[in-house]
């Protein structure tokens, strides 16, 4: 067998990840790692660092880096990781967070990171129709104020070593889907 995807997807809140992720995990057979998924999990599940996570998220400001290290490490050490790869969503989102990413899996393990470009004007938009827990107008303006703060240098950071591909996020879904997969097959026969 070839071997297991490992892949990380960027994109502004609202540039529809989720979505394409599903697709992602349909057609590579990879696991879908979302640290907001994880997040929200630990909240809904009352642990005492879900109760602190809650209210950093409700604030739409950024969990510490060593927590998310922490619980990223831990999954990405899982057996079915190995087995079957994953698409990170949600992570890194600092710079920091890079450099732990590479520590964990060693230099060459990633065959890229994809960038599913959507512009700010309608991000914004498709948030506000969304409507989740800390889709608030400020929560929304916060975190989409800290992905060019914070993670814009981290896709510098990919880019700079030639691990960053760019997609077009502005179309129907099926479109971007398409669009993805072949960046993604250029990626993975690269790598
Ligand atoms: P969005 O992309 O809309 O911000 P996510 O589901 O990826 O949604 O994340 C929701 C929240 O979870 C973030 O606003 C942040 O508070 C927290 N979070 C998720 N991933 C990370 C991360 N890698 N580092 C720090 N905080 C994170």
Redesign the pocket.
């Known amino acids: 067998m070839s071997n297991p995807t490992r892949l990380v997807i960027f994109g502004?809140?609202?540039a529809g990840?989720g979505t394409q992720c599903i697709r992602l995990v349909e057609r590579y057979g990879v696991i879908h790692i979302?640290?907001?998924?994880m997040?929200?999990g630990a909240v809904a599940a009352g642990t005492e660092m879900g109760l602190k996570?809650k209210k950093?998220?409700d604030a739409?400001?950024?969990?510490?880096?060593d927590i998310?290290n922490g619980i990223?490490r831990e999954r990405l050490a899982a057996d079915d990781i190995a087995e079957n790869g994953f698409v990170l969503?949600?992570?890194?989102?600092?710079v920091a967070?890079a450099e732990a990413l590479v520590q964990i899996l060693g230099t060459d393990s990633l065959d890229g990171a994809v960038d599913l470009d959507v512009p700010l004007e309608e991000v914004t938009q498709r948030?506000k129709a969304r409507g989740?827990d800390?889709d608030t107008d400020e929560?929304i303006a916060r975190?989409l104020e800290?992905y060019e703060l914070e993670t814009r240098p981290v896709l510098d950071w990919f880019a700079a070593r030639d691990l960053l591909v760019q997609v077009d996020g502005l179309a129907d879904e099926a479109e971007v889907t398409k669009r993805l997969f072949a960046a993604v097959d250029a990626a993975t026969s690269a790598s």
């Open positions: 502004r809140q609202g990840k979302s640290t907001g998924d997040l929200r996570a950093v998220m739409g400001d950024l969990v510490g880096d998310i990223v969503d949600g992570y890194p989102r600092t967070q948030m989740r800390d929560g975190r800290l």
